[in-house]
């Protein structure tokens, strides 16, 4: 019963780092996008059972893929990857449906915690 994940972030390495991280554990990820509008695109296509989303990207950033996300699925699973110093962000971030957040640099710990709370 592996869970479907997306992967969103506008840093490659960043989206290698977490999909490895999430398959060793035996999560399949079913789509990576590089910005927000490429999240929201890419959803609607895979419709995964999670989203992770880097909040500071470009084109469209985080926080307004999640709203955009949230809108046309309520029900859509939404953990935001920060980096340190974007509390404000958070806060926005859960506000707006965000079910749960990781910070960057990734502790494997923490993304399989997180994984699992919200799935």
Known sequence: M???IMITDDALFMRVTLKNILTQHGYEVVAEA????????????????LVFMDITMPEMDGLQALK???ARDPNAKVVMCTAMGQKQMVVEAIQAGAKDFIVKPFQPERIIEAVQKVA
Do not use: C, M, T, W
């Not at 590089?34 to 895979?46: D, F, I, K, P």
């Open 34 to 49: 590089s910005n927000g509008r490429e999240a929201v695109e890419l959803y609607e296509q895979h419709k995964p059972d």
């Open 68 to 70: 955009e996300i949230r």
């Open 2 to 4: 592996a869970k479907r």
